[in-house]
């Protein structure tokens, strides 16, 4: 199927089946119908990334049980069930599919057919090979992309400044994802001169007491976790294992929830948001592969004061001013 073919089959089928748009939609002399919309994420429920989404649509006109419904699966960090889930989807017959993180971006595009793709927090779409070009993606997907080059030496310089004379730092990943964000973080750390000691993760049950045995023995000084599937669903364990130890953490800020020291990073969550706006476009008629891919680079501060006493770190008064929020 050519590109046009798909973008007048998407359109028909929206217009045909008189999907209710908000105010502006050119469906208004069809019969409405709620457009459906399918939502799939790795990881779980819990996390604002869902919440987000739906904050989004709804700023843009959208009312869920009146010109909407959402069909959201998690997979709990278990990337095994993807293809169960997106299958699950397609037999509802969704209108347009979106998801977040580019395993699960892959996923979809294994099992769906014809149905529109939108993502968001994917690294490197091009080096995660869900699109062949940032400015004209192609196919039936497009999204936003988190991800900034220079995130590794902000969260490092800040590492540093909080923990002055820190000389080890350990990066906390995923096994089943691309290697890029923690290798990109080790090759800042090594430049600032910090000893690393990378660790990925494979299930979502490791033992992750083993791992703070090793962080313990070798004296690390901070311990950073990558906002990365199986780690994210595993961040509150991972946040209560290192306040036993008096460890340093450093999340993304979807996991300032989790109790951490430090949660800083450019924000999935308002990327996640932006993503609405890219599924109104393709209900709309807009085609996929002509919408460009778009960076989201708002970065977000949050300081955990309770854990900075628990275990005995004093934040700096310029980190405090700086903070978009600060947790008591």
Do not use: C, W
């Not at 002055?164 to 990943?173: H, Y």
């Amino acid at each position: 199927m050519n590109r046009r073919q798909f973008s007048l089959r998407t359109v028909s089928l929206l217009l045909g089946a008189g999907i209710a748009l908000p105010s502006g939609s050119s469906s208004a002399e069809t019969t409405p119908k709620a457009a459906r919309i399918g939502f799939v994420a790795p990881q779980g429920r819990s996390l604002p990334m869902f919440d987000a989404f739906r904050e989004g649509l709804a700023e843009l006109g959208y009312v869920e049980g009146k010109n909407v419904v959402i069909e959201a699966r998690f997979a709990e960090g278990q990337y095994e069930r993807l293809p169960q889930l997106f299958s699950e989807l397609t037999a509802l017959k969704v209108d347009i599919i979106a998801v977040t993180g580019a395993v699960t971006a892959r996923a979809a595009m294994k099992v769906v057919n014809g149905v529109p793709i939108v993502f968001a927090v994917v690294v490197d779409p091009v080096a995660d090979q869900v699109v062949s070009n940032m400015d004209r993606p192609g196919g039936n997907i497009t999204g936003t992309t988190s991800f900034d080059p220079l995130q590794p030496k902000k969260q490092l310089e800040l590492l540093k400044e909080v923990i002055p004379g820190i000389k080890r730092v350990a990066i906390l990943g995923d096994q089943g994802v691309s290697p890029a964000l923690i290798n990109a973080s080790e090759a800042q750390a090594t430049a600032m001169g910090l000893e690393v000691l990378p660790i990925r993760v494979s299930s979502t049950n490791p033992p992750l007491e083993n791992v703070f045995a090793t962080l313990h023995n070798s004296r690390t000084g901070a311990l950073i976790i990558l906002e990365e599937p199986v780690v994210g669903v595993l961040a509150n364990r991972i946040a209560g294992l290192a306040a036993k130890d008096r460890l340093p953490t450093l999340f993304a800020p979807s996991r300032v929830a989790a109790g951490g020291l430090i949660a800083y990073g450019t924000s999935q969550v308002q990327s996640v948001r932006r993503m609405a706006g890219y599924v109104d476009k393709i209900l709309r008629g807009s085609l996929p592969g002509d919408l460009p891919v778009e960076r989201v680079t708002t970065y977000e501060l949050f300081i955990n004061a309770k854990t900075a006493r628990e275990i005995g770190v004093v934040i700096p008064p310029g980190v405090l001013q700086r903070a978009d929020r600060v947790i008591q």
